[in-house]
């Protein structure tokens, strides 16, 4: 099982960027997004359900967009406006836990590498 992030990379203060994570080897119920800044804990971004149903860390919503196409098995994470507050390393994840857990890192089985944002103001 792997998950393959891409698509980070240096933006404007305002800008945007698209991120995709691309799962081979099995399907997940969840699949979210998490962000670790240097010298901070990891924390969840946003998930979307197989259903489609979607969850974000209240400060990222009405600027990033969740979303999977579940035939191609990927996971995408538009993000618009971007502050550089949002500057982070950023983790795809997959899991099949509960939906009371959709936020929980701890409960995601599977991740993908980091792929780096950097926010320039």
């Known amino acids: 099982v792997q998950l393959q992030a891409s698509g980070g990379g240096l933006v404007q203060a305002g800008g945007s960027l698209r991120l995709a994570c691309a799962a081979s080897g099995r399907t997940f119920n969840n699949m979210g997004w998490f962000r670790q800044a240097p010298g901070s804990e990891r924390e969840f971004v946003a998930a979307v359900r197989r259903s489609g149903s979607t969850y974000y860390l209240e400060s990222v919503k009405g600027r990033f967009t969740i979303s999977r196409d579940n035939a191609k098995n990927t996971v995408y994470l538009q993000m618009n406006n971007l502050k550089p507050e949002d500057t982070a390393d950023y983790y795809c994840?997959?899991?099949?836990?509960?939906?009371?857990?959709?936020?929980?890192?701890?409960?995601?089985?599977?991740w993908g590498q980091g792929t780096q944002v950097t926010v320039s103001s």
């Open positions: 994840a997959g899991g099949d836990q509960i939906l009371s857990a959709i936020r929980a890192a701890s409960m995601y089985r599977y």
